[in-house]
C-alpha cells in the first residue's frame, strides 16, 4: 500500500460562475486502495471539482488538497498525481511519442519510461504517428499514457471512456482495478452507472454540484432492493412464519408481500414447512442504473422529451 488515508480531500468546495453553481458545498475523500467513481449527469459539476483539485480552476470558496496540500503546492506533481481531463488539449501536429517526450522532460523522466507507458496503454504501434489523425479512443489512451509517466500514486481521469470501443472499456476497467490494487488512489468520473459498476468499489454520487450519496456498489444495490415479491393465498399466516424465520414484511402496494433479508429458497422451504401455498416467488433487486436514476432524478438537467 502506498499511501492510507484520505488522498484527495474537498471541504465545502463551492464553484459558481455568475448565477451558476458548478459545485456547491462540496465534501468528498477520496482514499487509496480503491477505485472510486465519480457520477453524475451531464453537468453535474464533475469536471470543474477536477480541475479544481488540480488548480486549474480556483476555487469560489472552500478547498481541495491531494495528500493534504494544494496541489499547486506539490513538489513533484507529475510524480504525485495523474491526471487525464481533456483528450482533445493536444497538439495534433506532434507525434504521439514527441508528445509524451516533451510532457516527460519537463519532469526530469528518461525516455524508456515513455516507451514503457506507450506500451502499457497499446499505443506502442503508433508511437510515431501525428495525434492529429488519432481517434478519439487512441486520444484518451494517449492521456492516460500521459497521467502515468510519473508513475504517481493518485490518477484522476475524466470520462476516460468516451470514445472508447467495447474492447477499451474493459481495458480501462482492468487498468483502473490493477492501479488500485497496487494502492494507488484512483478517481474516475463518469455521467453513466453501466461504465461504473464494474469498474468502481466506491461511488460518489454528485448532481447540480452537490453530494447526493457517498455510498458502495453493495450498499446502494441494498438501499434499492425491493425485496422478494411473494403471493399467497393466506398472506397473514406466511407473513407470521416468514417474520419469525427472519424477514422483514411489508405489503407491497401490488397487493402481495414484499420479504427482504431471505432467499427465494428460504422463502419457498418456510412455506412449505407451514403447510401455505404459495402462488408467487419474484426477486426484485433493483439494478444499480435504476437506484442511480432515482437518486439524481432531481439532478438532471438536460433529458428529451419523451422520458
Ligand atoms: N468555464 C465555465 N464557465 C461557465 N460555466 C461553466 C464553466 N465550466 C463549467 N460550467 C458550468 O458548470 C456546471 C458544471 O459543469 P461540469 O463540466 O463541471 O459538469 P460535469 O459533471 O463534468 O458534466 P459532463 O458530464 O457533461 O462533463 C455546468 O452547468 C457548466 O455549464
Redesign the pocket.
Known amino acids: 500500500m502506498r499511501q492510507r488515508g484520505r488522498v484527495i480531500e474537498t471541504t465545502r468546495l463551492t464553484k459558481r ?2 448565477s ?1 453553481s ?2 456547491e458545498s462540496l465534501s468528498i475523500q477520496v482514499n487509496p486502495g480503491c477505485v472510486t467513481g465519480f457520477l ?10 477536477m480541475r479544481m483539485v488540480l488548480c486549474l ?1 480556483a476555487p469560489t470558496s472552500g478547498e481541495a488538497l491531494v495528500q493534504g496540500r494544494r496541489y499547486d503546492q506539490l513538489r513533484f506533481p507529475m510524480h504525485e498525481v495523474g491526471a487525464l481531463l481533456d483528450a482533445n488539449a493536444v497538439h495534433g501536429g506532434r507525434t504521439a511519442f514527441d508528445h509524451l517526450r516533451c510532457l516527460a522532460r519537463t519532469n526530469g523522466i528518461g525516455d524508456s519510461r515513455v516507451v514503457s507507458v506507450m506500451e502499457q496503454v497499446g499505443l506502442a504501434g503508433v508511437a510515431k504517428r501525428r495525434i492529429g489523425g488519432f481517434s478519439l479512443g487512441m486520444r484518451q489512451r494517449l492521456g492516460i499514457a500521459a497521467a502515468l509517466l510519473g508513475d504517481p500514486g493518485v490518477l484522476m481521469f ?2 476516460p471512456v468516451n470514445g472508447l470501443d467495447p474492447d477499451g472499456v474493459r481495458w480501462i476497467r482492468g487498468l483502473a482495478r490493477s492501479l488500485a490494487a497496487e494502492g494507488r488512489t484512483v478517481l474516475i ?1 463518469s ?1 453513466l452507472m453501466s461504465e461504473m459498476e464494474q469498474t468502481a468499489d466506491r461511488l460518489l454520487i ?1 448532481g447540480r ?1 452537490r453530494l447526493i450519496s457517498d455510498t458502495t456498489v453493495r450498499d446502494l444495490l441494498r438501499q434499492f432492493d425491493r425485496g422478494v415479491l411473494v403471493r399467497s393465498p393466506r398472506p397473514a399466516e406466511l407473513a407470521v412464519a416468514l417474520t419469525a424465520a427472519g424477514a422483514t414484511v411489508d405489503r407491497d402496494p401490488s397487493g402481495g408481500l414484499s420479504v427482504k433479508a431471505l432467499t427465494v429458497a428460504e422463502i419457498g422451504d418456510t412455506a412449505a414447512t407451514h403447510g401455505i401455498a404459495v402462488h408467487e416467488v419474484t426477486p426484485r433487486t433493483a439494478s444499480l442504473e435504476d437506484a442511480y436514476m432515482a437518486l439524481t432524478a432531481d439532478s438532471v ?1 438536460y433529458r428529451a422529451s419523451d422520458q
Open positions: 460562475y455568475g451558476t458548478a459545485v453524475g449527469p451531464n453537468g453535474a459539476g464533475k469536471s470543474t471539482t480552476a475524466d470520462e468520473s455521467h454528485i454540484g438537467d
